[in-house]
């Protein structure tokens, strides 16, 4: 079965670095777009970064700058290194799988990122 995990989370002061890894598995990962999404409470569901099979990114504005998406094909595992947080960060980030021509989507558990001093 298809299976994505993210690594865990955490509580960052604000201007720190977190990075975040989602491992897949039971896909073809090098021919599925991946994607990190978040949800802040009381919001909706946003996606933050995106990165194609080909290796192209997209990222919301506000995170510009700051954060990096990236993908490792060899180990089926995609990043997101977050960079200078902000307390409007903190939310729920998930992990995200789609398939470009099939449709199919996947999605991880989540992982509860916090920024406060």
């Known amino acids: 079965q298809v299976q994505l995990v993210e690594s865990r989370g955490g509580l960052v002061q604000p201007g720190g670095s977190l990075r975040l890894s989602c491992a897949a598995s039971g896909i073809i990962f090098s021919i599925y777009h991946m994607g990190w999404y978040r949800q802040a409470p009381g919001k909706q569901r946003e996606l933050v970064a995106a990165?194609?099979?080909?290796?192209?990114?997209n990222y919301i504005d506000s995170v510009k700058g700051r954060f990096t998406i990236s993908r490792d094909n060899a180990k089926n595992t995609v990043y997101l290194q977050m960079n200078s947080l902000k307390p409007e960060d903190t939310a729920v980030y998930y992990c995200n799988a789609k398939g470009r021509y099939s449709g199919m989507a996947y999605w991880g558990k989540g992982t509860l990122v916090t920024v406060s001093s």
């Open positions: 990165i194609t099979k080909g290796g192209s990114t």
